[in-house]
Nanobody, 121 residues
Framework: QVQLLESGGGLVQAGGSLRLSCAAS????????MGWHRQVPGKQRELVAE???????TYADSVKGRFTISRDNVKNTVYLQMNSLKSEDTAVYYC???????????????WGQGTQVTVSS
């Protein structure tokens, strides 16, 4: 019913920048919160940043001042601008979106397929 398509991952040197994008498509009435999470092997997935439909943002302490989350509500897309990247930012990054298919039922949480970000020191 809904697909989240991520792009923008890759290999970058420490101190560099990357911009991730995640576009939602399919049966969408509206989207509540959207966010980015990351996961490294052997560890739990952790929240990186999230943004409400009204634009209120939340960041993990480890990325504050370096990462910026934004969204385009017309394009149903969420972005993550990552600056001053560190080796510890290396992970698979997943986007998620709370999507309403109609006005009758609560939103459903969907996940993207993940995109690898590797920061070389």
């Amino acid at each position: 019913q809904v697909q989240l398509l991520e792009s923008g991952g890759g290999l970058v040197q420490a101190g560099g920048s990357l911009r991730l994008s995640c576009a939602a498509s399919g049966n969408i009435h509206s989207i509540d919160d959207m966010g980015w999470h990351r996961q490294v092997p052997g560890k739990q997935r952790e929240l990186v940043a999230e943004i409400t439909s009204g634009g209120t943002t939340t960041y993990a302490d480890s990325v504050k001042g370096r990462f910026t989350i934004s969204r385009d509500n017309v394009k149903n897309t969420v972005y993550l601008q990552m600056n001053s990247l560190k080796s510890e930012d290396t992970a698979v990054y997943y986007c998620n979106a709370l999507i309403r298919h109609n006005t009758l039922y609560p939103p459903v949480n969907y996940w993207g397929q993940g995109t690898q970000v590797t920061v070389s020191s």
